[in-house]
């Protein structure tokens, strides 16, 4: 794992790219921690890039598509590329493509609500029977008193996988909470 100095950021500068097949661009950016999950055919590799994350999903030899939600407004080949946060506290994606059904949801939360939306994320066993598997990445250098943090959480299901993502925002007193729902068409 790299160490990274927190820098502040706001969830109005978060840019979120769809892109088919792998992202030429990732290699660039600082990947904090990562992991990959493998079940029947299909494999979801996921990471921590600062207060942000990605999401490739890959069926076989077949790269179906990355996600990339990062404060980076412009990265190559995207089919979705839009700051979802500029003009409100909630967004909502949604593509169908190579039997995969893809749902993006996100949301800001302020105050003592982010604590109470961001935390059942990490402590969830109940939502998934399947598998489940997380990254949290703390910055080991702050002026805030409160620590900058982010999460991210991969859940399998019968039909396909959830990312589940917390990122907080000390300078604003904000996070920022999504899921990325992945739903396997005609397996």
Aim: proline share 5%.
């Amino acid at each position: 794992m790299s160490a990274l100095v927190y820098k502040d950021q706001s969830a109005k500068d978060l840019w979120l790219h769809l892109i088919p097949g792998a992202c030429a661009d990732l290699p660039a950016l600082v990947v904090l921690s990562e992991m990959t999950i493998s079940f029947n055919e299909w494999t979801i590799r996921a990471g921590i890039l600062g207060a942000s994350h990605f999401m490739s999903v890959r069926k076989g030899s077949n790269d179906l598509f990355t996600e990339v939600f990062a404060c980076v407004p412009t990265l190559h080949g995207g089919i979705i590329s839009t700051s979802p946060f500029a003009n409100g506290d909630r967004a909502s994606y949604e593509r169908s493509f190579d039997g995969v059904r893809y749902l993006f949801e996100g949301k800001v939360v302020r105050g003592r609500e982010r604590l109470e939306v961001i935390m059942p994320v990490v402590y969830d066993d109940a939502a998934n029977p399947f598998h489940r598997a997380a990254l949290i990445y703390q910055f080991p250098t702050t002026h805030e008193k409160e620590i900058p943090v982010t999460i991210v959480i991969v859940d399998e299901h019968k039909t396909g996988a959830t990312l589940s993502s917390a990122h907080y925002y000390p300078n604003e007193s904000s996070g920022v909470f999504t899921t990325s729902q992945v739903t396997w068409k005609g397996d």
